[in-house]
């Protein structure tokens, strides 16, 4: 639609233009050469304002984080969540992904909520486990096209995994964090190296809350987009890997890809819309 804008303040700039150059200059017109040339030239600017609303409009209204459905979500790669401080994405992955499975991180108090963990290397330059981060985990919903934040969770975590070379096992991780309260200064002394400590005590996490809070909205956007499309006989196929990631493909040839709340979550909803549409092709990996 932006191009109709564009054509309207063409059309209004031309016409003030034809008036102001092809004509007499407006200054050295008479009165009733003015009176005569008015009409056109208030045509002509109503026309490029006019041009211009609609242009702005447009371009506020088709933003991603004012419309939930918008089809720029679709285009959001699903490892937008990770930050490449780690050297390998999928150490990154993994963790977070445990992080997940961990109560003490991660938890859901509703059943339509959807819990995500983003997570910032404090000692970049440690290639070998034990890792050195800080998590923050969030649950969130969708409501009335804005995010809510349910619930949360941020603070330092030591993590160790065998130094072993295989795909990463999420039972052989396991953790270490400080208490609260008063315990806190003591414990981060014991378990971080002191070149990690001084970054903990002066952390901010806003960024990487921020960073959570736009993953959660284009996930949940794009999850609610595929259970919509289930629902109206749209999907031809999907895909749900170990970590939940599912990727949708439409009859018309477009995909998706988001990650699902809970492990064969999108097969349930397949299943509940069955009688109706008939058989999906599913695979599983």
Same mark, same amino acid.
């Given at each position: 639609?932006?191009?109709?804008?564009?054509?309207?303040?063409?059309?209004?700039?031309?016409?003030?233009?034809?008036?102001?150059?092809?004509?007499?200059?407006?200054?050295?017109?008479?009165?009733?050469?003015?009176?005569?040339?008015?009409?056109?030239?208030?045509?002509?600017?109503?026309?490029?304002?006019?041009?211009?609303?609609?242009?702005?409009?447009?371009?506020?209204?088709?933003?991603?984080?004012?419309?939930?459905?918008?089809?720029?979500?679709?285009?959001?790669? %699903?490892?937008?969540?990770?930050? =490449? +401080?780690?050297?390998?994405?999928?150490?990154?992955?993994? *963790?977070?992904?445990?992080?997940? &499975?961990?109560?003490?991180?991660?938890?859901?108090?509703?059943?339509?909520?959807?819990?995500?963990?983003?997570?910032?290397?404090?000692?970049?330059?440690?290639?070998?486990?034990?890792?050195?981060?800080?998590?923050?985990?969030?649950?969130?919903?969708?409501?009335?096209?804005?995010?809510?934040?349910?619930?949360?969770?941020?603070?330092?975590?030591?993590?160790?995994?065998?130094?072993?070379?295989?795909?990463?096992?999420?039972?052989?991780?396991?953790?270490?964090?400080?208490?609260?309260?008063?315990?806190?200064?003591?414990?981060?002394?014991?378990?971080?190296?002191?070149?990690?400590?001084?970054?903990?005590?002066?952390?901010?996490?806003?960024?990487?809350?921020?960073?959570?809070?736009?993953?959660?909205? %284009?996930?949940?956007?794009?999850? =609610? +987009?595929?259970?919509?499309?289930?629902?109206?006989?749209? *999907?031809?196929?999907?895909?749900? &890997?170990?970590?939940?990631?599912?990727?949708?493909?439409?009859?018309?040839?477009?995909?998706?890809?988001?990650?699902?709340?809970?492990?064969?979550?999108?097969?349930?909803?397949?299943?509940?819309?069955?009688?109706?549409?008939?058989?999906?092709?599913?695979?599983?990996?």
């Amino acid at each position: 639609m932006d191009y109709i804008s564009y054509i309207i303040i063409a059309i209004g700039i031309g016409l003030s233009a034809w008036v102001a150059i092809k004509q007499k200059p407006w200054w050295i017109l008479t009165k009733e050469e003015k009176k005569e040339k008015l009409p056109l030239v208030i045509a002509g600017l109503v026309l490029a304002v006019l041009g211009l609303v609609m242009f702005i409009f447009l371009y506020q209204f088709s933003a991603p984080h004012k419309n939930a459905d918008s089809d720029n979500f679709e285009k959001q790669p %699903i490892k937008n969540l990770t930050t =490449n +401080s780690f050297g390998n994405d999928q150490i990154e992955e993994a *963790i977070t992904r445990y992080l997940l &499975t961990e109560k003490c991180f991660s938890w859901r108090n509703r059943d339509d909520s959807h819990a995500f963990c983003a997570i910032e290397n404090l000692k970049p330059d440690q290639e070998l486990f034990p890792l050195y981060v800080w998590a923050y985990c969030g649950e969130y919903i969708i409501q009335d096209n804005e995010l809510k934040t349910i619930s949360g969770s941020s603070g330092p975590v030591k993590i160790n995994y065998p130094n072993e070379l295989s795909y990463y096992d999420l039972s052989k991780f396991s953790y270490e964090a400080p208490g609260d309260g008063s315990n806190y200064a003591k414990d981060v002394k014991k378990i971080f190296p002191e070149d990690v400590q001084q970054k903990i005590f002066n952390h901010d996490a806003g960024d990487l809350i921020k960073r959570a809070e736009n993953y959660a909205f %284009i996930n949940i956007s794009n999850w =609610n +987009s595929i259970k919509q499309a289930v629902a109206d006989c749209e *999907i031809k196929s999907i895909m749900q &890997t170990h970590n939940l990631e599912v990727t949708a493909t439409f009859k018309d040839g477009k995909t998706i890809t988001v990650q699902e709340p809970g492990i064969d979550d999108i097969f349930d909803i397949i299943n509940q819309n069955k009688d109706k549409c008939g058989e999906i092709l599913m695979g599983t990996e």
